[in-house]
């Protein structure tokens, strides 16, 4: 059992990461919610699998708790959602010292904690991330939000928690699309951390298949460490520290619109990586030596991200509208080697191309 913890500036908080961890804290989340009543936001698919988990979580709670389920896909992670969470909560006649308890992937901890951070001027929260991907990532750092109209992601608040609860026991169902999603961010850490924690993914990485608890729990502390120390030392992303975690993002979020949101963050993101590192290459920054290196282990991942025919010209005008700088280039998050990073690094459209024709040809279409 491990406890990480984070001091962000708005809140000082715990992370703790293991078997059954729900459990074995019973009392920790019954000290932080206190005998408030709370609501319990989880994924449809999360209660139907762990279903007596989730149900003496509610039983051992001192307060009352009511628990709202929801299935959790972008289209649900909306205004209308929380609309329908907020009608609950006041039917309920829940208020400023009540607390909430998100259960689920990404998707419901974005919406769960976005709800925490706004009713009743913003109420304490609890994440329970139950994906790879919300285990390494998400529910790190305090960004909240839901998507609005057709722009991913863009009401939402820093927020955050006063607890994570990483329970691994909640990966064994996770399908194995999910756990390479989680894999694409544990590479990023790799590629952020430094060559040894790079090196040890990529030797081990094919053991989260199989739920080896050594591996996915290495995995987990050592991306939720990472990040919580980015988070501490620049939690709203105003100087720049934080934005060293977007590496690979600014071509994986163009590939997620492209594609119609057919493909997943985690698999866009092992795409955006492969582009961000030949990007790295061509500006000179990375040698060849570490290019292949780096690219031998995204290659693995190959046949099981599968694109739609994409046009890179498509790819580079959402780019360019979502990220271009005052004088009309795009900064990248770029490498010279794992842990040695760049940010803000420029690039005209003529390398950006390069990277996304010499990165994009690993997926098969
Ligand atoms: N806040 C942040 O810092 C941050 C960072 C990265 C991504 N995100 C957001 O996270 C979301 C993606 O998160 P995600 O990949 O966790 O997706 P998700 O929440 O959609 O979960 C993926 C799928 O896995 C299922 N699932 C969840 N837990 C399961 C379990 N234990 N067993 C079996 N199935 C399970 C879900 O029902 C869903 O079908 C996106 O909306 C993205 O914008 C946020």
Redo the contacts with the bound molecule.
Sequence with gaps: MKKINIKAPSRNYDVYIGNNVIKRYASQINSLAGNNDSIIIV????YR??KDKIESLVKSLNGDAIVYKF????KN?SLDSLKKIFDLMLRKNLGRSSFLIAI???????LG?FAASVYARGIGYIHI??????MV?????????I?YGHT??IIGAFYQPESVLIDTE??????RE?LL??LG?VIKYGLLIGDDFFDYVSKNYHKAFDYNAAFLNKAITESVSFKGSAVEKDEKEKTGLRKILNLGHTFAHAIEVEQNHKI???QAVIAGIACALHLSNKLGLMNDKYLEKYLSLIVEFGNEIKLSKYNPETLYKIMFRDKKNKKGSINFVLLEKAGKLIIDAEADKRDVLYAINNGLQYFGV
Aim: hydrophobic share 25%; charged share 25%; glycine share 20%.
């Design positions: 994924d449809t698919n999360v699998l762990h299935k959790a896909d972008e992670k689920g992937g990404g998707i419901t901890g974005d904690g991330p139950t994906t790879l991907l919300a990532d998400s529910a790190i750092g305090g960004k909240t939000g998507n991913k992601n909640f990966i064994k169902t996770l399908p999910e999603c989680g961010e997943k963050h985690g």
